[in-house]
């Protein structure tokens, strides 16, 4: 483990809020983006990312002492494992009580709030520039495209360019080779590229065949 990770690590388990803050602070745009991206339309649609990030963080805190090894790789990995069971509870209790997120006011158009703002420069890592995602509705525009993508493809842009896991990692994470999982993102990758700039729609707004 890297000495001064696990020095700030060891202050952080004594109850160090600067040491907590140093190392939790420099994940939170990756996980809200993170969570956004991987909860999908109901849960987004009910939740803030930035909510849910917060309670990821105050989740961590009480089980740092559980965190062991890996470092801040691990670290890393650790935390949006925290993240992704969140997602998971809360799409359970979505489904439990038969919430419809269509009932939800729509958010309003204009500018984007903080929330918002945090998740930008990630989003813009995977398929258009953050200058063109300054508005909400924009923003929007790059979800409901990342939704349409197959379960494949979201999962593999996810743990590779959010996450951050190695190639390997996703390939056993995956059941996939290496050369499959390398595949898999470029292909990942084009395809949401083409989603964004709305190249993949027939006049009448329907999708490729191979989407359906």
Not at 133 to 149: G, P, Q, S, V
Not at 177 to 198: F, H, K, N, P, Q
Request: charge should be negative; aromatic fraction near 6%; glycine fraction near 6%.
């Amino acid at each position: 483990m890297d000495d001064a990770f696990s020095v700030l690590l060891d202050r952080a388990r004594r109850g160090d809020r600067d040491a907590v803050d140093a190392l939790l602070e420099p994940h939170l745009a990756g996980i809200q983006a993170y969570l956004r991206l991987r909860a999908g339309p109901v849960v987004r649609a009910r939740e803030s990312a930035c909510d849910l990030a917060q309670s990821v963080c105050r989740e961590a805190i009480e089980k740092i002492g559980k965190f062991e090894k890996g470092g801040e790789d691990g670290f890393r990995h650790w935390l949006y494992a925290l993240a992704w069971r969140k997602l998971a509870d809360r799409a359970d209790y979505y489904k439990a009580e038969k919430r419809d997120a269509a009932r939800e006011a729509p958010a309003p158009e204009g500018s984007a709030s903080s929330d918002d703002r945090d998740v930008i420069g990630v989003y813009a890592t995977l398929a258009t520039p953050s200058r063109v995602l300054a508005a909400r509705e924009e923003i929007a525009r790059f979800e409901k495209a990342f939704d349409r993508l197959p379960d494949e493809y979201r999962e593999v842009i996810l743990l590779a360019n959010v996450v951050g896991l190695s190639r390997a990692e996703i390939a056993r994470q995956m059941n996939r080779t290496e050369i499959a999982v390398r595949t898999a993102l470029a292909r990942a990758l084009a395809r949401l590229a083409s989603l964004v700039d709305g190249e993949e729609e027939d006049a009448g707004g329907n999708r490729p065949r191979d989407e359906r």
